[in-house]
């Protein structure tokens, strides 16, 4: 059976976690100590008023974080709370999902190598696209069966990424692929090498979240087979205390 938003959003935890999280009313406050939206990010995880939302700016400005929520499919009146209270949306993210066979099958001629913990030169790599040591530490953190892969294309290092399992549903992570060589196989034939591991790691499908503004990866996992089954975006206001 196909998961659910629910259990794709409990693999995202799970596979990028948080350093710490908090509960504080009906809130669930992640502690992301540089990591990104997505480990710093408030979610609900019950009806909300506007009391509430005082609570989690308070709390995220205890831990020294921006004002920050996820707000996820089904969440419309938080969602109009946040903007009469000039939060903006930031970052619209779209879930993609694919039976992880389908994803197999694409792992051809092209080298990959998983391995844990990274090279330098993957990590190296990682810095150069943005994924500086702060995500690296998400990624160390994370206490679910993991791999890094790295792919080579003409004979050289062409790209890093990383992966984790929660409850049978592999989440890709972090992928970056050197400018000079994509569009030659290498992101394609990297997942086909993760995906093969999440089979014998007992996982059945094959998942990983992007931006909305990331039109090389969305056509990418388009063309892979893989299919939109959810969105979720942030809202941000920077002018409140602790943004």
């Given at each position: 059976m196909r998961p659910g938003l629910p259990a794709l959003h409990a693999a995202l935890d799970a596979t990028w976690p948080a350093a710490a999280t908090h509960h504080r009313g009906p809130w669930l406050l992640r502690e992301g100590q540089g990591g990104g939206k997505r480990v710093s990010a408030a979610t609900a995880e019950g009806p909300v008023t506007g009391a509430d939302i005082?609570?989690?700016?308070?709390?995220?400005?205890?831990?020294?974080?921006?004002?920050?929520?996820?707000?996820?499919?089904?969440e419309d009146a938080l969602d109009s709370m946040l903007a009469e209270r000039g939060y903006r949306v930031v970052d619209p993210v779209e879930l993609y999902l694919a039976p992880a066979g389908i994803l197999a099958e694409g792992a051809g001629r092209l080298t990959a190598f998983l391995i844990w913990p990274p090279f330098k030169v993957m990590t190296d790599l990682w810095a150069e696209g943005g994924i500086g040591p702060a995500r690296v530490a998400v990624m160390e953190r994370c206490t679910a069966p993991?791999?890094?892969?790295i792919g080579r294309t003409n004979e050289r290092v062409g790209g890093a990424a990383f992966a984790a399992i929660h409850d049978g549903i592999a989440m890709f992570h972090a992928l970056e692929v050197i400018p000079s060589q994509r569009r030659?196989?290498?992101?394609?034939?990297?997942?086909?090498?993760?995906?093969?591991?999440?089979?014998?790691?007992?996982?059945?499908?094959?998942?990983?979240?992007?931006?909305?503004?990331?039109?090389?990866?969305?056509?990418?996992?388009?063309?892979?087979?893989?299919?939109?089954?959810?969105?979720?975006?942030?809202r941000m206001n920077r002018a409140r205390k602790g943004a």
């Amino acid at each position: 059976m196909r998961p659910g938003l629910p259990a794709l959003h409990a693999a995202l935890d799970a596979t990028w976690p948080a350093a710490a999280t908090h509960h504080r009313g009906p809130w669930l406050l992640r502690e992301g100590q540089g990591g990104g939206k997505r480990v710093s990010a408030a979610t609900a995880e019950g009806p909300v008023t506007g009391a509430d939302i005082a609570t989690a700016e308070a709390g995220m400005a205890e831990l020294d974080q921006p004002a920050l929520f996820m707000i996820r499919e089904g969440e419309d009146a938080l969602d109009s709370m946040l903007a009469e209270r000039g939060y903006r949306v930031v970052d619209p993210v779209e879930l993609y999902l694919a039976p992880a066979g389908i994803l197999a099958e694409g792992a051809g001629r092209l080298t990959a190598f998983l391995i844990w913990p990274p090279f330098k030169v993957m990590t190296d790599l990682w810095a150069e696209g943005g994924i500086g040591p702060a995500r690296v530490a998400v990624m160390e953190r994370c206490t679910a069966p993991k791999t890094a892969v790295i792919g080579r294309t003409n004979e050289r290092v062409g790209g890093a990424a990383f992966a984790a399992i929660h409850d049978g549903i592999a989440m890709f992570h972090a992928l970056e692929v050197i400018p000079s060589q994509r569009r030659q196989g290498t992101a394609h034939n990297m997942m086909g090498h993760v995906a093969r591991w999440a089979l014998d790691h007992g996982a059945t499908w094959f998942a990983v979240a992007v931006s909305e503004a990331n039109g090389p990866a969305r056509a990418l996992y388009a063309s892979l087979g893989m299919e939109v089954v959810g969105k979720y975006h942030y809202r941000m206001n920077r002018a409140r205390k602790g943004a």
